[in-house]
């Protein structure tokens, strides 16, 4: 019987074969023969297995796929999802998992009545902690659910019994909560959507309660309608310049967004509100769209490059930025990569370098935008070609290499 370890590495192996290749063709057809070897009752392990803490939804997803539909039972996710002390692989299957009863994320892994028994055991996990003190984690991973079950159920006209139980338990919970617990935050703005639905954006009061929307899609047309406002009134700049230091998460990752779109430059003050998300502030979402912003200064380039660089300058003792963070930044300093002074740019070749194999999304798309310049970087992107998975490839063979101009992609496969 094969160990939960030898999921993950053979679903590794699929990712890093090319598309309907004769390896890709077998390491799928092995892992499948793996999956139906597997008891039922093992079926979660070799799921969890397979989960990449790093990867996107879709490629967990994709990972949920060689199972069988509703694979899991109740009892093994409700085990999972009042462990507080979860594995980072088990928290990501929760979320993939009901991830995919999401409208636009619909699959064959979840019917309709798994659907519900989703929501049923998220009702009974935040009934469960009303009144408690849940950590910064706890509390991303509840907003993640909650967020995946009222946009299967919430935009409906007769949500069935079970969706109600949730919006119940989310009263409960942000009724009990502290201010600045950023589920309960997140909660608060639900019901007040729910009890007023957003039909139209006729006003900035309005676009700013959409931006913290479960819906991805409702908080991206609120953060473009801000955008087109500020570009008028001030006002409105500092309405959204509030909504950066907002506790939810989603909130504050719309409003930089905003200023990304935005027709004109932000000030130094939003610059360095933006660069404290991204070296700083807490949470890979808003950190993420800080750094799409930063990318989109086309007026303060020089000195925004050496606040970036900062992150990695910090004195002795203090905590270096994690790899997610560590991408933010990287790709924040990719998109100022031709506004940078040389010696920056010197500066930030060596950062991208140092930071490949931990970080290797940014560092990537730094090196690329530095071009020429990285072309010291050679060997070492030829180097982690070889472990990277297909999607990597693809991007170091047709953006990085030709960018740094190498010109030998086809020897390096």
């Given at each position: 019987m094969s160990s939960t370890g030898d999921f993950g590495l053979k679903w590794t192996e699929v990712l890093r074969c090319e598309v309907d290749s004769a390896g890709f063709l077998e390491s799928r057809r092995a892992l499948?023969?793996?999956?139906?070897?597997?008891?039922?009752?093992?079926?979660?392990?070799?799921?969890?297995?397979?989960?990449?803490?790093?990867?996107?939804?879709?490629?967990?997803m994709a990972a949920l796929d060689f199972?069988?539909?509703?694979?899991?039972q109740e009892d093994q996710i409700r085990r999972i999802l009042f462990d507080h002390r979860r594995s980072s692989k088990q928290r990501v299957l929760l979320r993939s998992y009901y991830a995919s009863c999401r409208r636009e994320y619909r699959t064959s892994l979840s019917s309709g009545r798994r659907c519900l028994a989703l929501v049923d055991l998220l009702a009974e996990r935040i009934e469960a902690l009303a009144g408690r003190t849940a950590n910064y984690g706890e509390q991303r991973l509840l907003t993640h659910l909650s967020a995946s079950m009222l946009n299967c159920f919430g935009g409906l006209a007769e949500r069935p019994v079970a969706?109600?139980?949730?919006i119940r338990s989310l009263a409960d919970y942000a009724k009990l909560a502290a201010l600045d617990d950023t589920f309960a935050a997140a909660s608060r703005?639900?019901?007040?959507?729910?009890?007023?639905?957003?039909?139209?954006?006729?006003?900035?009061?309005?676009?700013?309660d959409a931006m913290g929307h479960w819906d991805a899609l409702v908080r991206i047309e609120a953060s473009a309608y801000l955008a087109r406002m500020m570009a008028r009134r001030p006002d409105v700049v500092d309405q959204v310049m509030q909504m950066l230091d907002d506790p939810r998460d989603e909130v504050r990752a719309a409003a930089a967004m905003s200023f990304a779109v935005c027709p004109v430059p932000p000030s130094r003050e939003v610059i360095t509100a933006l660069v404290s998300m991204v070296v700083t502030g807490r949470g890979v979402v808003p950190q993420s769209a800080a750094a799409v912003a930063l990318?989109?200064?086309?007026?303060?380039?020089?000195?925004?490059?050496?606040?970036?660089?900062?992150?990695?300058k910090r004195s002795k003792g203090q905590p270096r930025p994690g790899r997610k963070?560590?991408?933010?930044?990287?790709?924040?300093?990719?998109?100022?990569?031709?506004?940078?002074?040389?010696?920056?740019?010197?500066e930030m070749l060596s950062v991208a370098m140092a930071k490949?194999?931990?970080?290797?999304?940014?560092?990537?798309?730094?090196?690329?935008?530095?071009?020429r310049d990285a072309s010291d970087a050679t060997d070492k992107v030829v180097a982690y070609r070889r472990t990277a998975d297909r999607f990597?490839?693809?991007?170091?063979d047709r953006h990085v290499l030709p960018a740094i101009r190498l010109g030998r992609a086809g020897q390096a496969r």
């Amino acid at each position: 019987m094969s160990s939960t370890g030898d999921f993950g590495l053979k679903w590794t192996e699929v990712l890093r074969c090319e598309v309907d290749s004769a390896g890709f063709l077998e390491s799928r057809r092995a892992l499948r023969d793996m999956v139906e070897r597997t008891p039922q009752a093992r079926r979660i392990e070799a799921a969890t297995g397979m989960m990449k803490p790093y990867a996107s939804d879709s490629i967990n997803m994709a990972a949920l796929d060689f199972f069988a539909s509703d694979l899991f039972q109740e009892d093994q996710i409700r085990r999972i999802l009042f462990d507080h002390r979860r594995s980072s692989k088990q928290r990501v299957l929760l979320r993939s998992y009901y991830a995919s009863c999401r409208r636009e994320y619909r699959t064959s892994l979840s019917s309709g009545r798994r659907c519900l028994a989703l929501v049923d055991l998220l009702a009974e996990r935040i009934e469960a902690l009303a009144g408690r003190t849940a950590n910064y984690g706890e509390q991303r991973l509840l907003t993640h659910l909650s967020a995946s079950m009222l946009n299967c159920f919430g935009g409906l006209a007769e949500r069935p019994v079970a969706a109600d139980r949730l919006i119940r338990s989310l009263a409960d919970y942000a009724k009990l909560a502290a201010l600045d617990d950023t589920f309960a935050a997140a909660s608060r703005g639900w019901l007040k959507l729910l009890a007023n639905p957003v039909r139209n954006l006729s006003s900035s009061i309005v676009a700013g309660d959409a931006m913290g929307h479960w819906d991805a899609l409702v908080r991206i047309e609120a953060s473009a309608y801000l955008a087109r406002m500020m570009a008028r009134r001030p006002d409105v700049v500092d309405q959204v310049m509030q909504m950066l230091d907002d506790p939810r998460d989603e909130v504050r990752a719309a409003a930089a967004m905003s200023f990304a779109v935005c027709p004109v430059p932000p000030s130094r003050e939003v610059i360095t509100a933006l660069v404290s998300m991204v070296v700083t502030g807490r949470g890979v979402v808003p950190q993420s769209a800080a750094a799409v912003a930063l990318s989109a200064d086309n007026e303060a380039g020089p000195e925004t490059v050496e606040l970036l660089l900062g992150a990695f300058k910090r004195s002795k003792g203090q905590p270096r930025p994690g790899r997610k963070r560590t991408s933010s930044v990287l790709s924040a300093l990719a998109g100022l990569a031709d506004q940078a002074e040389p010696d920056q740019r010197t500066e930030m070749l060596s950062v991208a370098m140092a930071k490949l194999s931990a970080s290797p999304s940014g560092s990537l798309m730094l090196l690329k935008e530095l071009g020429r310049d990285a072309s010291d970087a050679t060997d070492k992107v030829v180097a982690y070609r070889r472990t990277a998975d297909r999607f990597e490839r693809h991007y170091i063979d047709r953006h990085v290499l030709p960018a740094i101009r190498l010109g030998r992609a086809g020897q390096a496969r």
